[in-house]
Each structure stands twice: as C-alpha cells, then as structure tokens.
C-alpha cells in the first residue's frame, strides 16, 4: 500500500500537471470504492482544482466553488470542497489524453478544460475516493496524529514514550502518526537500531529522538527518489520509484545486513512482518523470529569462526591420533 513518500510524490506530480484545470464533466466505471458517486457526478463539473495536498496517506484536491456561482453555505453544494482519494494497493490517478484508449479498470475519468482527462485506475478496487464539503471534510480528518515531517522533537517523544504498544504497532498506527506504513517503519527502526517489538515507553528520551531524525531522513530521501515500487506503485507520470534499491531491512530477510553482516531476520509483531538486524536490533525477551526460507539457521560471523576454529581442532587432534598410530 503507497505510503507517505508515494503519496507525497503523485500529489507533486498532479500538482504540476492539472493545478488550474477545470473539470467539464464526470464519467464513471465501478463505482463500489467511491463514497457517493451521483455526488462526483452532480457536483465536480465546473470545479476548478486550486490545490493538490497530501494528508498522510490520503490525497487531496482542494476544489473550487462552482464557476459562476456564489457559494451556498446551507448545504455546501457549490461551495468550495475537496474530493479525497485513497490509493489502497493498486490505484493509480494520473491525467491522459481524452483521445487515448482508457486502460482496463479505469474507473473514474474527470475530462479538463484542456481536453485531458484524469483517470483513476484501480485493479483491486481497494482504494477510496470520496467528495466532501468543509465540515464532513474536517470531521473525516479528525482522530489523525501528527505528520513525520513536521512532528517536533518534543511531541514525538511525547507520542511515543507515553505508551505501552510495541514501537512498531505505534509507527503504523495512523492515530499517532499518519502516513508511515511497513516499509518505513522497518526502514526507520533499522537505522535507529530499535527492535520493532520494543515497548515505545521503555525506549530513552535519546533513543526515541534518534528514531524521530532516521525516520524523517528516511522518508525525505524516499520522496527525492519517487518512493518505493514494490509491486504496482507509479507515479503520476507513470514512473516506478527507486528507492526500494535502497531498502536496508524491508524485505531482506536472509541477507546480510548492510552493517554487521548478520542475516536479516523476519518477525511477527501485531500480525505484521517486520525485517530487522537480530545484532544491530536486540529483541527484547521472549521475541522470536520466524525461521530463515530453507529451514536452516544462517549463522552469523561470529558462529562461523567458533564452527571453523572449532573445526580446525578437530582435524588437527585427527591427525596427532593418526601419527601416534
């Protein structure tokens, strides 16, 4: 699922390529993912797009009142809204000529006033994409935590040491900070060298700011290279991200960290696999890792010389038996 950095660099792409545009009209595929259809139907036609932001893993186009009418406060039908969209998986929003055969599972299309349109594809059709006034708009927004890029030193530490949830359970939990899923938080923990399975109020005041600037960098590093494609993800121009080529946990379960060489480890913490280093990231007591794919233990360096030493000794002492035979 896109997280911050893929959020954040499709609405910069949008933002550059439909901001000012007005939409003419509305056509719709499948609709069991939006909100209210007839609602994108009746009411986007004649918005112009005066904005495109990212609200955690959300975003959002900020819509203009209906061109020639003044807004109507009542009931907020032509008065300034916002169609909110969700990625989910698979989903895919970026403008294309109206003249270029729609991809299959393209379910929404607002044609421009400069004769683009911009399509949103979803194969799977978890995504989400909803019209909102101002008041449902705030209402909706209400309950998130604070953005990982603008979260103060203080008030990380505050939202992290004041509870008893495993650290990596508090990272995805969009309550506390929106926008960080999977891949950040493993990505984050590792350079930190904090175990996902660590309680966030037993982390130190130090420990829990060291987190806080890994997970800022991390996440601004991941937005310069377009975010991670794992599987489905582009960007508005239709562009893959680059950063999964930097991954140094996510998904590297069996492979030598980039720092001590242990093999990465895979782990279960609230139902959700988490890659880190089992030397760099010491697991607290009773945490188990999943065993390594082939069934067999990789050993870790230090295993490796004691078994060779180890070894050594024994055909030394075999062949001492040998010559005093």
């Not at 294309?96 to 400069?114: F, G, I, N, W, Y």
């Not at 650290?167 to 175990?195: F, M, P, T």
């Not at 966030?200 to 997970?215: D, N, P, Q, V, Y």
Request: hydrophobic letters at 35%; one cysteine or more.
């Amino acid at each position: 699922m896109p997280e911050l950095p893929e959020v954040e660099t499709v609405a910069r792409g949008l933002r550059q390529a439909i901001l000012g545009r007005r939409i003419v009209s509305v056509s719709l595929g499948k609709t069991d993912f939006i909100d209210d259809p007839v609602a994108l139907e009746e009411h986007l036609p004649g918005r112009r797009i005066e904005a495109v932001e990212r609200f955690g893993k959300f975003m959002l186009l900020r819509l203009s009142a209906v061109m020639g009418m003044e807004p109507v406060v009542s009931n907020g039908d032509s008065a300034a809204a916002s169609l909110l969209v969700h990625l989910g998986m698979t989903g895919h929003m970026a403008p294309s000529p109206a003249a270029q055969p729609r991809e299959k599972h393209t379910h929404v299309c607002l044609l421009l006033d400069d004769g683009r349109e911009l399509r949103y594809t979803d194969a799977r059709r978890f995504g989400r994409i909803a019209y909102l006034t101002e008041a449902p708009l705030a209402q909706e927004l209400t309950g998130f935590g604070a953005d990982p890029l603008e979260v103060t030193q203080e008030e990380f530490a505050n939202r992290i040491r004041s509870r008893r949830a495993r650290i990596k359970v508090l990272l995805l939990d969009q309550g506390v900070l929106r926008g960080v899923g999977n891949i950040y938080a493993d990505e984050s923990l590792w350079r930190a060298k904090i175990h996902p399975a660590r309680v966030g109020a037993k982390l130190r005041t130090e420990e829990a700011e060291k987190l806080r600037r890994a997970l800022q960098k991390i996440l601004q590093q991941a937005i310069v290279m377009r975010g991670s494609s794992i599987s489905d993800f582009l960007d508005a121009a239709g562009e893959p991200g680059e950063y999964q080529r930097h991954h140094r946990a996510y998904g590297r379960e069996g492979k030598g960290c980039y720092r001590c060489q242990s093999a990465i480890r895979r782990g279960i913490v609230a139902g959700r696999s988490s890659y880190y280093c089992p030397k760099c990231q010491p697991a607290p007591r009773g945490f188990s890792a999943l065993p390594l794919p082939g069934g067999r233990k990789k050993k870790t360096n230090a295993e490796s010389q004691k078994t060779r030493r180890s070894n050594g000794r024994g055909r030394r002492a075999a062949k001492r038996i040998a010559r005093a035979k």
